[in-house]
């Protein structure tokens, strides 16, 4: 055990009950016929809040809200590597993704777990192809993103994706394309673009994507696929988030543009 | 194309093939593509895509603050914002009391009386290593060592070259406009660097500061700060005409959007009435 941290109680409480659909009192309004929670169709992803340079301590930096699911990301660099890590003639890119210790359900450890480090992985194999890491001798790029709040762990991974890239363009790191991210979770055999906690586990063999992309160029950087899934069902998983992407693309070019607008 | 054109990555900038592709751009076949986020940019036919944040690039001859990060084999690491470390020979600093000999080997192991991990330098670009990164050098009494003040960091590409990079604002208080983005604002020195002991050139102590110096170093940092807001080229000029401008506000108050619009506004006013 960590002594040195002030340790957060065993059980944590809702501060407030009507904030929570789940709480006693609060009725959900009914689901329409064929829609899911707040009114979404089946491929609807929730809808996105980026906003870059709010971390200005940063080179670049980018916030993702989608729904609950909050997501900060910042990029320090390219600055030089140190000697121990090595001569490189490429640049390298590190990432350290975390989700904060209040973040999910269950409590986090402050140190990284295992989890969290396969997903530090998948944002450096989803963001290489698309960084010009020639240009970049000697150099390391180093992206850290914190999880401020969980709301569907796959949603929150292509979230972070998404908001790495557009951290990466913000701190002006040369690139061939920004690169979007989408997840869906299959509900009762059926894709169901970006969903939220809730309404993954009720199945057992819940199964889930998330695919990064390059929108413009049209290739696909990274997919990560959980759980049984037939071959049909997968195609047409891969078709929504790839149409998804290009959704995610429009609002990552808009808040570029955004914030350019606001320092002139 | 107009002139201020915002794109992104792999945005077409454009697909003439009578333009050539320079810095922030890619060929994709015919077209050439955006790799940055930024403000295109033409000069003739070369096309270049200038993004909103850079680290700072460098030439030979820049003035530039920086802080040392490492003491390494007859070297210092430099951190000049740049993509690598910069690079301070020990064999071009300055020896204190101005002798001119070879350094030996007992030299190279009291570098740490020289300049520490963390301390701040303003030194001169000399020259560029192979892999890019900036050979310094403090071999005149206008470098070396900082002291007495405090460190602003603008973007780099804010900060104007100009004949002199040395000023004195108020009769009280030094600027030095680092070209790197590094601007350092201090005490005005009270004895000229010929004047000093040889052991003052490097020392780590600072001289009294009065509370009135302090207002004024805190009211220069927060004009150069207003300045970097409003993303307004800095000079001595505007920097001087922002000072005067804010003299009938309270330091703090500097900081508040209303006022920055106002005191930047009426100090680039007066500095473009001046360069007329």
Known sequence: MDRRRVQGPETSVVPFPLLDDAAPGVVAPPLQAGKRAGGRRPEDMRPIFLRTGLISQASGSAYIEMGRTKVACAVYGPRQIKKQQGFSEQGRLYCEFKFATFACKKRRNHQRDSQEKEFSQVIVQALTPSIRLEKLPKSVVDIYVTVVENDGTASCLAAAITAASTA?????????????AASLAYQQRRPEGDAPTGENTREAGAA?????????????????????????QMSRAVEQCIDVCAKIHAVMVHSLREHSAAEQ | MSEQTFVTPAEVVTSDPSFMRGHGTYQEGKDIVSAVAGVVEQVNKLVTVRPLRTRYGGEIGDVVVGRITEVAQKRWKVDVNARQDGVLLLSSVNLPGGVQRRKSESDELQMRKFFTEGDMVVAEAQAFFQDGAMSLHTRSLKYGKLRNGTLVVVPPSLVLRSRSHFHTIANSVEVILGLNGYIWVCKRATKAPEEMDPDELYANVNEDISNQE???IARVCNCLQALSKRLIPIDYTVLAFAYEASL?????????PEVIEAVTTEAVARAAMVNE
């Open chain 1, 168 to 180: 990466l363009a913000d701190a002006g790191v040369e690139m061939i394309d920004l690169v979007a």
């Open chain 1, 208 to 232: 889930d994507l998330v695919l990064a992309q390059m929108p413009s160029l049209g290739d696909v950087t990274h997919l990560l696929h959980r759980g049984p899934v037939d071959w049909a």
């Open chain 2, 214 to 216: 302090r207002e004024t």
């Open chain 2, 248 to 256: 009938d506000r309270e330091t703090k108050e500097l900081l508040e």
